[in-house]
Nanobody, 121 residues
Framework: QVQLVESGGGLVQAGDSLRLSCAAS????????MGWYRQVPGKQRELVAT???????TYADSVKGRFTISADNAKNTVHLQMNSLKPEDTAVYYC???????????????WGQGTQVTVSS
């Protein structure tokens, strides 16, 4: 099994910054990609940013220029630096990883439990 543990959420004011981190552990042969999604009640989970093992990065238009995703492949971790936060960034942020599992070499997507980010105006 594979576990994703997120950290770094919290309550901030508009214009502040937060840094989210996610560490993957368990039966990992290789991680092909990691990323962040977010969800607010009553809405679908949406992409925030993803990064592949080859450092191909995708951002949602709503966060471009404000958020930066980075990864440490050796440590199986991903970070999301969030600057100039807005009230509309308020959501539960979920870490995700596309993992090639050890031994079986099966490709599987995993999700973390989520971390709350609240931005007050």
């Amino acid at each position: 099994q594979v576990q994703l543990v997120e950290s770094g959420g919290g309550l901030v004011q508009a214009g502040d910054s937060l840094r989210l981190s996610c560490a993957a552990s368990g039966s990992i042969f290789r991680i092909n990609a990691m990323g962040w999604y977010r969800q607010v009640p009553g809405k679908q989970r949406e992409l925030v940013a993803t990064i592949t093992r080859d450092d191909i990065i995708t951002y949602a238009d709503s966060v471009k220029g404000r958020f930066t995703i980075s990864a440490d492949n050796a440590k199986n971790t991903v970070h999301l630096q969030m600057n100039s936060l807005k009230p509309e960034d308020t959501a539960v942020y979920y870490c995700t990883a596309t993992v090639v599992r050890r031994v079986s070499l099966i490709l599987t997507d995993y999700w973390g439990q989520g971390t709350q980010v609240t931005v007050s105006s």
